[in-house]
């Protein structure tokens, strides 16, 4: 579900870079998610996500100035641990905003712990999946919990 959800962000990145989407343009836009094969909940904790992103995310960890088109050269190890493909995945979600600079380090040393093969775009999804939806500063997006929950608040 959380790989979905990452998914969902990167289309909806892609498609509004300004961050804004248009009340009108929802229920299209859901009907085309759900027609891609997303379910409802995950194209919902999206949109929170989306909506969201700008709140609670600490850059304590980050140097204040660094550039924002600025990009990592991988080492030896890593490049051996990457597909270029991956890598490439990963420079997107950093360029959209959906990575931190740590965020990014912390996946490309998951991909270099897994013994130098080749990381695939596939594996590279989850390990973003992973990394946002554990991450201390990250938006915390609703879990299946969230929509059981009865009017006194306690979960079924």
């Known amino acids: 579900m959380e790989r979905n959800i990452v998914e969902i962000l990167v289309i909806l990145l892609r498609q509004y870079s300004g961050g804004v989407i248009q009340p009108d343009e929802f229920d ?9 094969g997303y379910t409802r909940q995950e194209i919902e904790s999206a949109f929170f996500w ?27 190890v890593e490049k051996a641990a990457l597909s270029t493909a991956a890598y490439g995945y990963l420079i997107e979600l950093r360029h959209l ?18 013994g ?7 594996e590279i999804k989850s390990f973003v999946a992973n990394t946002l939806m554990e991450s201390e500063d990250a ?17 079924q």
């Not at 990014?104 to 991909?111: F, Q, S, V």
């Not at 919990?145 to 979960?155: D, F, G, M, R």
């Open 139 to 155: 938006v915390q997006i609703p879990s299946h919990a969230y929509y059981l929950k009865i009017p006194s608040e306690k979960v």
């Open 28 to 36: 299209p836009l859901t009907e085309d998610l759900m027609d891609l």
């Open 50 to 76: 989306f909506y969201n992103r700008g709140e609670g995310n600490s850059k304590s960890l980050e140097v204040e100035n660094i550039e924002t088109e600025s990009f990592r050269i991988l080492h030896e």
């Open 116 to 122: 130098g093969r080749n990381v695939s775009v596939e």
């Open 97 to 114: 905003g959906i990575l931190s600079l740590v965020d990014l380090d912390r996946i490309i040393e998951k991909a270099v712990l897994l």
